[in-house]
């Protein structure tokens, strides 16, 4: 996470030339749904292919996907629309090679350029990714895991791979990253200068997220839109950093699985603000880092019914109490993480009401958006924050996805970590 970082409210994605690269492994029809979600985020694309890519998916599914021509020939008679490897140079923003096969890590790896895509990674002015998928046990073979620290060392970027479910039907380390990944390591090439590893093996997270509902009876509640997305995309990123995570999560787990986070993290489902307190403090020993991005419901109701309330009425009078302060409660009690993290949704004087959060409530940093700003907020795949620590930290992060966010928050909490094991 960079300091002091210029503040756009445009997506950091909108107008950018991404090239997608794609290499020959089963994973490759996945990058289709990648071209597409670039180009809804306002990103223009173009899609090398290598030849043995071509195999596993058409090029013609591609360039009707990227409304660009698609190229993989190195040798094929130059057009006006097509790009050579070093006139990619001047089109692209970042490179992602997705999937990368163990065949292309590790020709990369050796400098060897004899396709179109080798070649334009070796011209390449922007920076370059790769997110390996490939079976487990080729993963795990020194000569791949050798390349990729060798390319980790040189600068290139790696998203995943993931432990999961591989195309063979075995399950183990080698999947392709899910799509909020993906884009995430795009966005991030986009606006860090170099790529920095999040560690957090061997760290214990716990993570709120989603909304409460506070039951007036069986069928009524307060509360509020929040889909839960922050939260997910937190623990997803958190567990990939190697994390052993737990999210306590007003929103169900089938909501995060549906928005393809999930696989690498516990998620014990609560219902109410106070529930939430209970299922955080039964967790909270060992933990390292805590969380709060869950849109806690402020009121519950001081009567409630067992059975459904009959309309007749006209006018119905509530009494309503506050609901306990968890994130306070964590930063205050005697077990209290090495990092407490809290998130502000406001509506108006945003950085103001976050600094007064940050301090009353002793947290180490604050997360503050805008709930009135577009694609900021509830529901929504994207947020522009501000992130503010005690010690007088603070970044202005452009518009992003949550993921990405989620990656720079976990950023500056490895960074903090890292400096009080010191
Ligand atoms: C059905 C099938 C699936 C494959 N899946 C993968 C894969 O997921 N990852 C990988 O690294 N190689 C995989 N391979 C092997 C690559 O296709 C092979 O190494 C090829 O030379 C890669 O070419 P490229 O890197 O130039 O695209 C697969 C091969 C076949 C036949």
Redesign the pocket.
Known sequence: MTQETDTTKQDVLAGRNILLS??????AYKSCSIVTALRKRGASVRVV?????T??VSPMTFSALSGAPVQWNMWAERTDEALSHISLQDYADAMLVC???????S?VACGIAD?L?TAAIMAATYPVGFA????AH?WEKPAVQENVALLRQRGYWFVGPEYGRL?SGAVGG?RLSGQSALLACIERMLVEEKPRDIDLTGCRVLITGGPTREFMDPVRFLGNPSSGKMGFALADAAASSGAQVTLVSGAPASAGEALGFGGGFEVVEVTSAAEMLEAVRNRLDDVDVFIGAAAVADYSFVQTSAEKLKKSAETLHVELQKTPDIIRSVSESPQRPTIVVGFAAESHDVLANAEGKLKAKGLDLIVANSLLEPGSGFGTDTNRVTVLGADGFRSDLPLMSKYAVAVAVLEEVARRLEKSSR
């Open positions: 794609v290499t020959g492994g089963i994973a292919m290598t030849e043995n890519a195999r596993f999937p990368a096969t163990a065949n292309v890590i020709k396709d895509m390996p998928a490939m079976n080729m195309a080698g």
